[in-house]
Every structure is written in structure tokens, then in C-alpha cells.
């Protein structure tokens, strides 16, 4: 069951970046950080959502946040991904999505009219003091999500 509530401490996590880094969101303590939940790299609808966060790389920089992507894809996957995407920021692979579970990010969703048990396209939007400021639970539009995220977070300042 998902643990994620806004304005309650973001549960904790240690994940492999591309390059078998190990990547903390204690990491970036004092920092806002959006970790974004997609179900596979190098797919429509997460190549769609991984560019728009790209895109708006600059002013998320500006901004001073940090995007994490998540899925379960292993590091060679991640690394040809954000490469041929030309990604700036790190994925981590979470095989057997214990986190993507923990923030609600995994489980019972529809598919085509059909019951399925898969990764849940989400974001989080963790502050600066490790609560969450804001959960996107079930993202609609990967596309328009990233302009979304970067409106929340410039809007909130």
C-alpha cells in the first residue's frame, strides 16, 4: 500500500543509477527533488515524458531541483535511454520495484479497459525538509506532465 502523503516525510530509498551508483534521496537533503515513476525506457509515452522533463531542464535547474526518473529497466537499458535522449539526469533502476511500491508507484492499474498488476506512471515532489509537497498518483498525460511538474514547483516559490 502506498505510504505517500503530502505534507508527511518521503519513506526513504537507495537505488542504482545507470552506472551501479548508488543514489539516496538523503542525497540531496535540502533540495526539492521530483522523483518521476515510468513503467519502461525507450517507450511512446515515457519518451514522450522523460524529453519534456529534459526540456525544462533549464529552468528546473534554475529552480534548483533535482529529477530522478525511476523503473525497474537494469542500468544498460537506462544508459542507452539517456543516451539517445540525451537525459541530464540520473535514472535508477528498481528491479523489484520495493520502492515504486512504497510510494504507490506500482500495482493494480487499467490497461487497454484491462485489469493489470504494472508500474503506475507518478511523480513526487519531495521539498527541501524530506516531506512531500505534492503526489501526482496517476499521470494521464505524459507529455503535458513535465510542464505540469515545472509549474507546480515555479509557482510554489
Not at 522523483?35 to 509515452?45: E, L, M, S, W
Not at 537525459?87 to 500495482?107: C, E, H, I, N, Q
Request: one cysteine or more; hydrophobic letters at 40%.
Amino acid at each position: 500500500m502506498a505510504t505517500i502523503q503530502e505534507g508527511k516525510a518521503a519513506p526513504a530509498f537507495t537505488l542504482a543509477d545507470a552506472d551501479g551508483k548508488k543514489v539516496s534521496l538523503a542525497d540531496f537533503a535540502g533540495r526539492d527533488v521530483v522523483v518521476y515513476f515510468y513503467p519502461k525506457d525507450d517507450t511512446p509515452g515515457c519518451t514522450k515524458e522523460a524529453c519534456g522533463f529534459r526540456d525544462a531542464w533549464a529552468d528546473l535547474q534554475k529552480a534548483g531541483v533535482v529529477v530522478l526518473g525511476v523503473s525497474a529497466d537494469g542500468g544498460a537499458s537506462h544508459q542507452k535511454f539517456a543516451a539517445k535522449y540525451k537525459l541530464p539526469f540520473p535514472l535508477l533502476s528498481d528491479p523489484d520495484r520495493k520502492v515504486m511500491t512504497r510510494y504507490g508507484a506500482y500495482g493494480e492499474k487499467m490497461l487497454y479497459g484491462k485489469k493489470t498488476v504494472g508500474t503506475i506512471r507518478s511523480t513526487v515532489w519531495i521539498g527541501p525538509d524530506g516531506k512531500v509537497r505534492r503526489h501526482w498518483a496517476k499521470v494521464a498525460n505524459a507529455e503535458a506532465h513535465p510542464s505540469q511538474v515545472l509549474a507546480a514547483l515555479t509557482g510554489a516559490r
